[in-house]
């Protein structure tokens, strides 16, 4: 795990986590995948927290792939490719199974792998000048797993296809239109919005968040484990 990719805070019930490259937009390597990974779990395994918030530190919520990983992907790196397939797979499969509200603070792009994150949450909050985009087949890559899997069931199969097969961006009025995501605030608002919700949340009978995310997210998980990533 690499504690400075990943951050944590309390906020009573309430753990806030960020994605900290900020200097990189928070674009994600193995290390920040591995960090989030590991720290969603350790945040599952502590009876005292209720909800999570996750967003980005600084500008970005997370500008997809480190460059360099993208281009040891293109050029055909098999281990790379392995290695990132199993700790998505890992992700994916944890986030649709989990027993806990995630609620997303985007601050800033969520491209690619930020993108994917924000279909594995419960409820996203989007900054006005905010937006959403899977480019990788731009790049002659698959796209993730998660937005294949989650964005037809969001929105809808053709508006799913045409977002992964041109990676045009969506921002945040449109997203909450079709169906990516739940509220877009202004500017600087994300996250103490989302601080608020998953507040909110943290106070509901955990048998009833249980009953939703088990009945909403549970067959989904079911398709992930049962599918190739």
């Known amino acids: 795990m690499a504690p ?13 986590v960020r994605l900290n490259r900020p200097d990189k937009l928070n674009a994600a390597d193995p290390a920040m995948q591995r960090g989030l990974l590991e720290t969603l779990r350790a945040i599952l395994a502590d009876g005292s927290a209720a909800a999570a918030v996750l967003t980005g530190a600084g500008t970005a919520f997370c500008a997809g792939g480190d460059l360099a990983v993208v281009r040891e992907l293109a050029a055909g790196n098999d281990r790379l490719a392995d290695e990132l397939a199993t700790i998505n797979e890992d992700l994916l499969t944890l986030m649709l199974r989990r027993e806990l509200p995630v609620v997303a603070a985007v601050n800033g792009p969520a491209i690619g792998f930020g993108a994917a994150l924000l279909a594995m949450c419960d409820i996203v909050v989007m900054a006005a000048s905010a937006y959403v985009s899977e480019p990788h087949a731009r790049y002659g890559l698959a796209p993730s797993p998660a937005l294949r899997l989650v964005w037809p069931e969001l929105t809808s199969r053709l508006v799913a296809k045409e977002l992964l097969l041109t990676g045009r961006r969506v921002g945040a009025e449109e997203a909450v ?8 605030v202004p500017d600087g608002a994300e996250l103490a919005t989302a601080v608020q919700i998953a507040t909110d949340l943290a106070t509901v009978p955990r048998a009833g968040i249980l009953a939703v995310l088990q009945q909403l997210n549970g067959p989904l998980g079911d398709r992930a484990a049962g599918s190739a990533p």
């Open 177 to 184: 239109r079709i169906g990516l995501a739940n509220r877009a």
């Open 4 to 16: 400075d990719r990943v951050t944590t805070e309390t906020r009573g019930r309430v753990r806030v």
